[in-house]
């Protein structure tokens, strides 16, 4: 789980009452008002180009590096000052970039190719993906090769290869059958690793077994209906569930638990399984989860830093990501709004040069900030922010990306101070699903 210009956006503020999250916002910053379908549609434009030069300055060091067998001796290493709390397996760094980075450019990948110049590019990342899953899968004499059942903490990485096989399908579809049979093989080892938790991890296998049950490479559904009944059990109210029985005020309501929870019901709406009939209950929830979190985001593309793992920077924000890309957002977060709010964020993130040293994404947040890293952090799990850039899998064609910029709710409140297309927020006191 992060330079506007002229760019409207949004403002935030938070408080904590009890063990649910109430949103207001005390911030107004100076936002343009001019909001014509014109001016619009040029600031669309330049806020998918905004996205793709996020996604290339994360994404290419890590596919180009798999494909060539060099990320595992490239890739630098920020964790020796939190060792013996760090991951002590050689295939974590690669594992954690490799997986975390799919998760969060498959729908883009998914577009395929065209003679564009984005469609070019894809190609060309298509290209590097089938050589990477070749490599680490299948290349035994390559440093990149993934031992799964190596350490403890795979399970979360083997997680994020299924949710890429959900976001990529006709890709993973058009991958040989022997490479699909030894990934399903080597990442079911890691569900052991997932057994008997009782915080979001719960979510990891859950997601893992949608992926294959959807591609037909496994049947088992055990884990994601163990998952479904233990976030229920967690549900505060409000959008928000517990990481475990207690509420935690961070992101992982979006780094993990809606995201994962969401297209887990889906695949079992899709196979006609009960457990989808859940969905609609479980998309609502998620839908005022993004809600909240547009409020937190300041015009200045800044945004509330507080709990654990801050450090994955504008993945925090893979709810309304998701949301966008699936065409699910709420009716009060409307498209031109949503899209505001993550250029500011994602601009912020471009606009600093010490958010990567030596091609790299750096440990912190704004710039270089160790201390701000997990203990068990490490520079492959920095690549989460990739979550961020799932509304890159709509085409620029989509009302997302044409629709005419909005000034973000605060905005609207604190700059702008007239009675213009504003709504109440209220809680959501949904039923339980």
Known sequence: MENTGSRPVCLFTAKLSLSLIAMSCIFSWLCVSSVTSHKGQQQADGDREI???ALEKIARPVLLHTSECSLHRDMINQTEAHEPQGINCTSYRVSSAFGR?????APWLELGADSTTEGQMRAEYINLTMKAFHNVFMNESCTDFIHWNQCHAIIVEAA???????RMPTIVKAMPDGLKLKMATNIQTTYKMGESVSN?????????????WYHNLSNRTDYIYEAIKLQESWYKGDGAYGDGV?????QYNSYVMHPLLVDAVSVCAMKNDPMGAKHACLLKRMQRWAVVQERM?????????????EHYRFGAFQSISQLALQGQLPANLPKGKARTALTAVISRFLSNPDNFIDGWLSAGVNGHQPSMMNPYGDTGALYLVSLGLLQLGLPATDPFWTDPAINCTQAQIWQEGKDVGLTLDEAYDGPVC
Do not use: E, K, M
């Open 246 to 250: 207690h509420f935690h005020f961070d």
């Open 51 to 53: 996205h793709l030069s």
């Open 101 to 105: 980075t799919l998760a969060g450019i």
């Open 160 to 166: 994020y290869v299924g949710h890429t096989l959900l």
């Open 200 to 212: 979001n991890w719960c979510n990891f296998p859950s997601i893992l077994q949608a992926g294959l």
């Open 297 to 309: 985001i300041h015009p200045d593309g800044s945004y509330l830093i507080v709990g654990r793992s």
